[in-house]
């Protein structure tokens, strides 16, 4: 069998985590992941660039098959929502710029589908990433959760794939 090599994103404008894994029939496979990083002191184009450049360079070093993104939603305050969607919207951009197929996932589908729960803490998402990809070392939560995206995504891709095909036909 091919690999698919699929990169996660956790988008954040202070750090946006991206992991890669490979699937290779049922099996998943560590390859990366890391946290990118904007300088919170910028103005905010600033940031963008840095997000847009740090997670190209991933893209070009690893050079995945496919990319998914966690679809996040922040209501406490309506600037910090904008600038999270502007950061999203970075996230979304490179990998399609890239010509990857770009899925998106809620974070409650991502927890229930890493840690068989909807509301999972952030502990117990590193915990079974542990479980899941034993060489794995996220050096961050914002890596563990892109970690957790890749494996959504390959959990998932196959129902996507098929539904995209039903709407063609």
């Not at 560590?30 to 360079?57: N, P």
């Not at 068989?116 to 079974?128: D, F, P, S, V, W």
Request: net charge positive.
């Amino acid at each position: 069998m091919t690999p698919v090599r699929i990169l996660g994103i956790d988008p954040g404008l202070r750090r946006t985590g991206w992991g890669v894994i490979d699937v290779v029939g049922n099996k998943l496979i560590f390859v990366a992941c890391g946290t990118v990083t904007s300088d919170d002191k910028d103005e905010l184009a600033r940031r963008l660039v840095s997000l847009h450049d740090g997670l190209s360079e991933v893209v070009a070093r690893h050079a995945p098959d496919e990319a998914a993104v966690e679809a996040t939603f922040v209501n406490k305050d309506a600037a910090g929502t904008l600038k999270l969607g502007q950061a999203r919207g970075i996230a979304l951009l490179v990998p399609a710029r890239a010509g990857l197929p770009v899925g998106e996932y809620a974070p409650n589908l991502v927890k229930k589908t890493v840690v068989g729960a909807g509301h999972a803490e952030k502990q117990q998402i590193r915990l079974m990433i542990k479980i899941l990809l034993p060489k794995a070392d996220p050096k961050s939560d914002d890596a563990a959760d892109a970690l957790a995206i890749a494996i959504t995504h390959a959990n998932h891709r196959g129902r996507r794939s098929l539904e995209a095909m039903l709407a063609r036909a």
